[in-house]
């Protein structure tokens, strides 16, 4: 085969690849944008954003009460799968006088578990899972455990919850969304969540939870009034 040949062969080759390439991170962005969009109408008049890794979040009101949920990709794993986790944070001032973390199956790359933020550690209570870390910090982190802890020892029983946190700001639980290929992880390390969207029913499942935690511990200021 003559040089020129071969050498526009090899163009044309190249030329194929960068635009199926770019197709494809076209597709894969539509994909990430789209993931929340089945759950739009659980909140009332949502503001939609997308985020700087392209994954979208929205913030909005549910019976009267402000939240966030939006999704964070963990990619920073070596001997398992990417993890998308859905965060759901209940934004709210509460009358509790510290702040609690409780992160499962914990792998030393958690960037965003707020345990790294908190100095206290606290032992975890009666049918939590073995692989615990809890943290907390100022002098009612334990009152506030100590308060939640039957109800979200159930929560603990799902294997996809991964963080529930409450500070005097509110309260966040993060659940596993959806994991990465792998043949796409492991051949090409690329971060591919196909498929993934969050359904009605899940977000209001764990809105639901959120506001039993809100619940309880309301309940404690009336206790500690009474």
Wanted: hydrophobic share 45%; aromatic share 6%; proline share 8%.
């Amino acid at each position: 085969m003559p040089p020129e040949l071969a050498a526009l062969l090899l163009a044309a080759a190249v030329s194929i690849l960068v635009l199926f390439g770019r197709r494809e991170a076209r597709v894969a962005a539509a994909a990430r944008h789209s993931m929340l969009d089945p759950s739009l109408n659980v909140l009332e008049t949502p503001k939609v954003e997308i985020d700087p890794c392209g994954f979208p979040k929205m913030e909005g009101k549910f019976r009267g009460r402000s939240f966030r949920v939006s999704l964070v990709p963990d990619t920073l794993t070596f001997r398992r799968l990417p993890q998308l986790w859905l965060d759901v944070t209940l934004k709210r001032k509460l009358p509790v006088e510290g702040s609690v973390a409780i992160l499962v199956r914990q792998s030393g790359a958690d960037y965003f578990s707020l345990t790294d933020h908190f100095n206290e550690r606290l032992a975890p209570p009666e049918n939590f899972p073995d692989v615990c870390l809890i943290r907390g910090d100022g002098p009612g982190a334990r009152h506030v455990l100590d308060r939640i802890a039957p109800y979200v020892a159930t929560l603990l029983r799902d294997p996809h919850f991964k963080e529930i946190a409450v500070t005097p700001r509110g309260v966040r639980i993060m659940r596993q969304l959806a994991e990465g290929k792998r043949g796409a992880h492991l051949i090409l390390r690329q971060i591919v969540f196909e498929g993934a969207q969050l359904d009605p029913e899940g977000l209001e499942d764990i809105i639901a939870a959120v506001l039993e935690i809100e619940y309880l511990l309301l309940n404690v200021k009336l206790e500690s009034a009474a």
